[in-house]
């Protein structure tokens, strides 16, 4: 029997999924997929997560992947980049074009799937897109639009929204109030971007909610600070002579004018059409409103073409747009291919969906789709009557609809509250409200689904029977998930997404609040296995746990904690910061010396913010902001005569940037020589203590508050802690240092200081309490190190101050009865730790300045004196000063260039410098050519690993840093790699990508010879460049980009002579 020929179009989230269940079925199916975007499938879903720390360049697009180029290939799945173009039904073959080249390809196909889903619609608005532009076969062209309209639906649409903030956008009109147009607003949300939504209804979500649903949903993302505006008319999107955005002109509901918004993004987010134009070519039916009619076997009108997902037209009817419905239509379908035409039958889905829009939980709910279509929550029908009820206090709102004798429920809408979605999906879906009353339903008690006696979910607190769903998107039932954590041993979510694929659609169901963390902890508990609560799988304990063994037992080491408290060796990526966080928290001994160095994030281990360039910037302390003439002079100096870009942070400091790490011991010298010293920018620590002008200058001023900002500064310099700390003092209410946002806020009154604790700035600013009123100096300093010592003891790693805080019982009030009262009786220890730190400060850069053997920490290379310029990113002048171009190299996927194990017969053994040298348990560059290796040396590994050698390329970013990555071990054996940057993870026994298997390293032959010499073997270098040169411009290609860095002249970026410049004497 001749082998059939499954060809998918489209690698989206159902044509992936399709693709998986075909191969689970162990079916004899030859398959191929088609995929249009330059990356195999991944979660769309979740497309909002990538700007979160509103830094895409420190988000790895790969992990919101389902699965790998290298995973496809073992499977057999013939993965084809391109965008097809043309279906020749007679001759069953698929034209498209290859990326980058344009060139024409075909593939043949027995059984054609078409999951080429949907494209944003555009609507036909004057300035909207370019006429003459047009691509009648390609309705998503991006250029067809002019610059600064863009469509939110992939990877590229949000890398070109990136590139026009780093452009300096600054303000955004997002075009649909819908699901996806608050998707697209929470992106620009996320952007910093002012914010616009407009929609022509005359309230949010008008598909899924009621009136008043949307006017709360409305209030909600008001509060952001977003603006909305609802039934208004959009008239036209203004061009400027350079056909660039520039406004966009609306009719304002009740307006007689339209009026024009200054925005330069118009994201067009209101709604979607069915990809179907390759349908329309060859001839098939299409649905009335669009899609590939389709009948129930998903089959389209050629018996050897189906459909499925959004481009699917349900007996030529509906195109579902959600993911539930387009997961349950490729398993029919592998059904019918596998076990026969008929064998499965797909009729039609639930629309039923909870979502989190801009941090606000929405969720509607249905029996049938009659709930939607005939818009049952309004209140217009007469066989539906509805429970209603809104929080004026949390903001939140639910209506629930019931039969008109109210025994059963028909569906409900959920806004700002949402936590009881899954029960009352489930609840709707019965034939009665399984003992529930109305009432009861509305207001949460009892929960739903609890009869009278013994509770449906066996007590795990999910309040759903095993055959309820537990993850709607997926469709896997609670008895299911619970199968695959006790037979499949998923102890962990992401084992269990593994396992069985749970919470890899929206992942509702598996955050902290959701139902399966639930029934994990109450199964692991059933089965005498506690979920773990320790920092990771070398310490079963807390932070604060770990803090007082380390305290009690006076641990020195890493190796001294994991002996008395830990297992394993070595560490790993997460305990290996945390360790050293502690062991300078307690004893505050300088962070390079003792082997401390490589237990330290790069920060730390070369006193430094780590740039995306791979080089560092450079923040003195400026206590208090106070600066004499002479110091900044000297700083000046000191970053012209290194060609670094200079700029007043946000804490009122002075920065340099773009030091590459070599120079740093002599920058550092020259810093300290001039009288100053490391300001621990680079640390979680006390970064600065911002002050107005006080007393000294300004005529409102109350007390000296520049004199009082010295004075925290210098006392509280140099003390770690598990977060950054940041402080401040106004002069007087005014406020015009700000300090109700820091850590610790102090405001000057007549009679003496108000204090404040646990105010934070960034992505969730809290305001700070007040604590104390009209404080001397010497109790505000008391109450200060107390503070600050508790949280120190007893706080979470990397948790601030204000959520630590919050999570205290009592809050403020708790914390004025420890540090005022002593209610635990522990300020003694408190004030004696705070000596102790106090105590024990030292510059950091000083002692490397002065010290030799820390000084070889920095040299660039193991084997050379020799240095390069390591950037990836070729240098730009732009006001008036040269820093890197703003744009992130694209990532290097697939497999690694070079293997160990398949050395070809021209490598050379290359000396790789000294054994000795080298750091236990770390890494150091070396030079080969123009190219880089990292070298690590891990004493505590087996023979054959205690010596490894990998590329020092990261493929996340292309950043030259690899060697300067944290090393831990894996239970399962695994040796990890976390770049410096990203922290992207790597096995360095094999190379492989551990957070992300598309990204990989190569690896080389190592050994130490008698004399004591490292040697790697490597191919020779110029064919090594060639070969890495190569890799990198085709992933520029793929990604669509130029690669500058490569074109870009060579430059001195010193205006010094290099060469003059003493190489360190190793």
């Not at 008319?233 to 007689?256: C, N, S, Y």
């Not at 109210?406 to 809408?413: R, V």
């Not at 990532?891 to 160990?900: E, Q, V």
Request: charged share 25%; net charge neutral.
């Amino acid at each position: 029997m001749t082998t059939k020929h499954v060809v998918v179009l489209g690698h989206g989230p159902i044509g992936h999924s399709f693709i998986e269940k075909l191969k689970e079925s162990n079916a004899p199916f030859k398959i191929s997929v088609v995929c249009e975007e330059p990356r195999p499938a991944y979660n769309r879903v979740m497309l909002t997560q990538y700007f979160e720390d509103l830094d895409a360049a420190k988000h790895d697009q790969m992990k919101l992947s389902y699965v790998t180029e290298a995973k496809l290939k073992e499977q057999d799945v013939g993965l084809i980049y391109g965008r097809a173009t043309a279906v020749d039904r007679a001759a069953r073959s698929v034209t498209y074009e290859a990326p980058g080249t344009g060139a024409k390809h075909s593939v043949q196909y027995d059984i054609l799937v078409m999951a080429t889903g949907s494209y944003c619609f555009v609507p036909p608005t004057p300035g909207m897109t370019l006429p003459e532009k047009r691509n009648l076969t390609w309705p998503d062209d991006p250029a067809s639009r002019p610059t600064g309209v863009f469509v939110y639906r992939t990877i590229e649409d949000l890398e070109g929204m990136l590139a026009a903030v780093k452009s300096g956008a600054k303000k955004a009109a997002v075009i649909g109030g819908g699901l996806l147009g608050l998707e697209a607003a929470k992106a620009a949300y996320d952007l910093k971007l002012e914010s616009h939504v407009l929609e022509m209804a005359p309230y949010l979500m008008p598909t899924q909610l009621n009136e008043m649903g949307g006017t709360v949903l409305t209030e909600k993302i008001k509060a952001l600070g977003i603006q909305v505006h609802v039934g208004v008319q959009i008239k036209e999107v203004v061009l400027g002579e350079d056909r660039k955005v520039t406004g966009i002109r609306i009719l304002q509901k009740g307006a007689e004018e339209p009026i024009v918004l200054d925005v330069d993004m118009v994201i067009v987010s209101c709604g979607v059409r069915p990809r179907d134009e390759l349908a329309k070519q060859c001839g098939l039916d299409l649905g009335g409103r669009g899609g590939v009619k389709v009948d129930s076997s998903l089959r389209s009108s050629d018996e050897n073409i189906y459909a499925i997902g959004e481009v699917a037209a349900i007996g030529g009817n509906l195109c579902y747009g959600l993911w539930a419905p387009g997961v349950e239509q490729a398993d029919a379908l592998v059904k019918n291919l596998v076990d026969g035409p008929g064998s499965a039958e797909y009729s039609g889905s639930d629309l039923s969906t909870k979502l989190k829009l801009l941090g606000c939980d929405v969720a509607s709910f249905g029996r049938t789709l009659d709930f939607w279509f005939k818009r049952q929550f309004d209140g217009k029908d007469p066989g539906i009557k509805s429970l209603e009820y809104k929080d004026e206090i949390n903001g939140s709102y639910r209506r629930l609809c019931f039969t008109s004798d109210g025994s059963q429920l028909m569906g409900g809408i959920l806004v700002g509250d949402a936590k009881d979605y899954s029960k009352l999906l489930q609840l709707s879906k019965k034939p009665d409200l399984a003992g529930n009353d109305p009432t009861g339903l509305l207001s949460g008690r009892p929960a739903a689904g609890a009869a009278s006696g013994a509770s449906v979910d066996g007590g795990d607190g999910t309040g759903l029977a095993d055959d309820d769903l537990i993850c709607t998107c997926i469709g896997l039932t609670k008895a299911t998930v619970r199968t695959a954590i006790v037979e499949k041993d998923a102890h962990t979510v992401p084992l269990l997404k593994k396992a069985c694929k749970v919470g890899t659609g929206c992942g509702g169901c598996v955050t902290p609040v959701g139902e399966v963390p639930k029934l994990l902890a109450h199964t692991l508990k059933k089965l005498g296995k506690a979920a773990a609560t320790g920092i990771c799988s070398h310490f079963p304990y807390t932070r604060r746990e770990l803090f007082q063994i380390v305290k009690v037992k006076e641990l020195k080491s890493i190796e001294d904690m994991l002996d008395a408290a830990g297992q394993g060796k070595g560490g790993c990526e997460l305990c290996k910061p945390i360790c050293a966080s502690i062991l300078a928290g307690i004893w505050n001994e300088h962070c390079l010396k003792d082997g401390r160095d490589q237990i330290q994030d790069t920060n730390d281990r070369f006193l430094a913010n780590i740039q995306k360039t791979g080089t560092y910037s450079i923040i003195p302390r400026c206590a208090g902001g106070d600066i004499d003439p002479d110091t900044l002079m000297a700083f000046a100096r000191t970053a012209k005569k290194y060609g670094l870009w200079t700029k007043i942070t946000g804490a009122q400091r002075l920065g340099m940037f773009g030091a590459e790490r070599h120079h740093l011991p002599a920058i550092y010298k020259e810093l300290v020589d001039a009288g100053m010293e490391s300001g621990q920018a680079y640390g979680k620590a006390l970064r600065a203590v911002k002050s107005c002008v006080g007393t000294d200058w300004c005529r409102y001023g109350q007390q000296d508050s520049v004199n009082m900002a010295v004075i925290m500064e210098n006392r509280y310099k140099g003390i770690r802690s598990p977060h950054k700390l940041k402080m401040a003092v106004s002069g007087c209410l005014r406020e015009c240092a700000e300090a109700q946002g820091k850590d610790v806020g102090v405001i000057a009154t007549q009679a003496g200081f108000n204090l404040y604790f646990g105010g934070n700035g960034g992505a969730k600013p809290v305001h700070a309490k007040l604590f104390a009123t009209d404080l001397d100096e010497k109790t505000l300093l008391k109450y200060i190190d107390r503070y600050l010592m508790f949280y120190i003891t007893t706080a979470k790693h990397l948790e601030r101050t204000a959520p630590w805080q919050a999570g205290l019982e009592g809050g403020i009030e708790f914390l004025k009865k420890v540090i005022i009262e002593d209610s635990l009786g522990i300020c003694e220890d408190l004030d004696k730790l705070m000596e102790q730190n106090k105590k024990k400060w030292h510059c950091e850069w000083k002692a490397v300045a002065y010290d030799e053997d820390l000084q070889k920490k920095f040299q660039q290379f193991a084997n050379t004196k020799e240095t390069h310029d390591s950037e990836h990113v070729e240098y730009v002048d732009a006001r008036g000063q040269r820093h890197p171009n703003t744009y992130s190299p694209p990532d290097i996927t697939g497999p690694a260039l070079y293997s160990k194990d398949a050395a070809s017969s021209d490598w050379e053994w290359i000396s790789a410098g000294k054994a000795s040298d080298y750091p236990r348990n770390g890494g150091l560059a070396v030079k080969h050519g123009s190219n880089e290796l990292a070298v690590f040396h891990l004493p505590n590994q087996a023979s054959e690993l205690q010596w490894l050698a990998v590329q020092n390329i990261c493929p996340h970013k292309q950043a030259r840093t690899i060697s300067r990555g944290l090393v831990g071990e894996l239970a399962s054996g695994a040796i990890t790699l976390a770049d410096p940057i990203y922290k992207t993870t790597y096995d360095l026994r094999t190379g492989a990508g551990i957070a992300n298997p598309n990204l990989n390293l190569s690896t080389f032959e190592i050994k130490v010879d008698a004399d004591g010499q490292v040697l790697v073997k490597v191919p020779p270098c110029e064919q090594m460049k060639k070969a890495f040169d190569e890799q990198i411009d085709k992933a520029y290609q793929l990604a669509g980009m130029e690669n500058k860095k490569a074109k870009a002249l060579p430059e001195c970026k010193y205006p010094f002579n290099a060469a003059d410049r003493k190489s360190l004497d190793w």
